[in-house]
Each structure stands twice: as C-alpha cells, then as structure tokens.
C-alpha cells in the first residue's frame, strides 16, 4: 500500500513538471450486468445499458488521470441462469447504478497524442468508484420496490481496454471493467435493515459473505484538445 501511495504521489509531481499536456473528454456507451446472487453468472452479459461522460489528463506516454461519470441499468433474471436452482426459484430484479469513478489509467505501449500517425494502445485503469443504487428487497417472491429507498457504496473498478486514434483529435475506444462493490444487495439479497428483522419471511438469501459485481461492457469516443506545438513533441 505504502507503494502504491508513492507510485501516486510521484506521478502527481511528474505531471506537474510537464509544460503541456493533452487532455480527452467524451462520451461511454455500452451494457451493464451484474454479478450476484439472483440471474446470470456470466461475466460478460450485459441486461441494460450504461451511459456516461469521460475525461482523461494524459501526463505521459505511459499513464493518464481519469475520470468518469456512468449511469447504467440491468436486469438480474433467475430463468436466464444455468443454475437449475435459480431456474426453480424464479426471481427477477430490476436495478440501476450512478456512478462516479476516478484512478489512473496505464498504457502497455508508449501512446503519444503529440506526434502525427497512428497512436493504439491496449490500457488497464483502476481507482476508486462511488455509487448510488436502488435500496430494496424480496418478500414472500415479491420484490418490495421503495422509490425513494436509495443507498451509496464504494467499488474497486478492475478495467482493461484498448485505444485507437481515427483522427487527428478523436479516439475509439473499447473497455471491459468489473466493478467489485462493498455491498451485497444489488441484487435485493442481502438487505441491512433492522426494521425488516420483523418481517415473516426471511429476506436475507444467497451467499452473504461474497459482495456483488457489476461489468459495464462498452465504447468511448473522446475529442483531444491542448496539444503541443510540433517542435515540443516528445
């Protein structure tokens, strides 16, 4: 940990040193599923889809700061497992996460916007990612749904991707990115609520010592502006 921290606070001074830097903004689009104890147990199996806005502050060839915006949806449906016990119990869940993420994103080849030419990189990020999310649970098969029942969390978000400039100013990209949270009710399985301890029925199933995931599956298109003048490429 003590590493990381100055990994981090290393590059923060590197970046500083830089006498400009090119900086992306844009967009992310894809799907969203989640990883828990009601539906699928793919990793990839997006059920809704995910939205959002991205910036990124390239500080060198090798690592960029990142931040990123998301707003995704899924549907957790038991008759789409291949768990025969989930067929049988029959539970469909409807969520929708926001999220606000921001870490360092490291690049597998030197990927310098400076310079003319191509510019692809496969890239990994990580960070920190905050989220807000749908509160409820599952009564007697039903799910109680409170509209204005809403909880936040924080995730690891573990991401891989690749980037590739089509144009002097636009790069496409492609990412696939895990996001392991600290709660375990994405899924309405595992509700933390003293005032539910009264209910009948038990509302707490499934696996209560592993926490959810959820996978955004998707694309970027970012726009690249303060570039450097030719004669200072590096």
Not at 58 to 68: F, G
Not at 95 to 124: I, K, M, Q
Not at 180 to 200: I, R
């Amino acid at each position: 940990m003590k590493t990381f921290f100055a990994l981090i606070i290393t590059l923060s001074f590197f970046s500083l040193s830089l006498k400009g830097q090119t900086y992306e903004v844009g967009i992310m689009a894809g799907g969203v599923n989640n990883i828990g104890d009601v539906g699928r147990t793919n990793y990839i199996a997006p059920s809704g889809i995910g939205l959002g806005g991205i910036f990124k502050w390239n500080i060198s060839k090798r690592y960029a700061w990142r931040a990123s915006l998301l707003y995704g949806e899924f549907t957790a449906d038991d008759t789409k497992s291949n768990l025969s016990s989930r067929q049988e119990r029959a539970y469909v869940v409807n969520n929708n996460v926001l999220e606000f993420s921001a870490g360092l994103e490291f690049n597998f080849v030197e990927y310098n916007l400076h310079r003319l030419g191509d510019a692809f990189t496969p890239y990994l990020y990580t960070g920190v990612t905050y989220l807000r999310y749908d509160y409820n649970y599952i009564d007697a098969n039903f799910v109680i749904d409170d509209e204005n029942q809403r909880d936040g969390t924080f995730a690891i978000p573990m991401i891989v991707g690749f980037k590739y400039r089509i144009s002097q100013s636009f790069i496409l990209g492609a990412e696939i990115g895990a996001r392991y949270t600290f709660t375990d009710n994405l899924d309405f399985s595992n509700p933390k609520d003293p005032n539910l301890e009264s209910l009948e029925n038990n509302v707490d199933f499934g696996n209560i010592f592993s926490n959810d995931w959820y996978v955004f599956s998707g694309v970027t298109l970012t726009y690249t502006f303060k570039r450097k003048p030719c004669s200072d490429c590096f």
